[in-house]
């Protein structure tokens, strides 16, 4: 069974960084690809970056292109978000996923069989 784990979020100010970690249990990183997606308030939950199986292929959205890097590092488990100048629309809960294989229709959450309970980001002054 594939169990997820999201941490790291919390309040920063417009220009800051924050690092989220997903811990991953039941997943053989080089067989699994994985994901981050947000949902602010009132809105459908959108792709944010995702990493490929063999982890040599990387999305993102063009919201966060420039700002955030996607890593994981197998030997703990762990996949990241690296979040550098933040922004006030960045606020969401953050989301990491994860499926079995490449990657493909990387931006479609249905895509992703595999999710972690969330972790909320608010970015404000």
């Known amino acids: 069974e594939v169990q997820l784990q999201a941490s790291g979020g919390g309040l920063v100010q417009p220009g800051g960084s924050l690092r989220l970690s997903c811990t991953a249990a039941?997943?053989?990183?080089?067989?699994?690809?994985m994901g981050w997606f947000r949902q602010a308030p009132g809105k459908e939950r959108e792709f944010v970056a995702t990493?490929?199986?063999?982890?040599?292929?990387?999305y993102y959205a063009d919201s966060v292109k420039g700002r955030f890097t996607i890593s994981k590092d197998a030997t703990k488990s762990t996949l990241y978000l690296q979040m550098n100048n933040l922004k006030p629309d960045d606020t969401a809960v953050y989301y990491c996923?994860?499926?079995?294989?490449?990657?493909?229709?990387?931006?479609?959450?249905?895509?992703?069989?595999?999710w972690g309970q969330g972790t909320l980001v608010t970015v404000s002054s």
């Open positions: 996923a994860s499926t079995y294989g490449p990657l493909s229709s990387y931006r479609d959450v249905n895509m992703y069989k595999n």
């Open positions: 039941g997943v053989t990183f080089s067989q699994y690809s």
């Open positions: 990493i490929g199986n063999r982890g040599n292929t990387k």
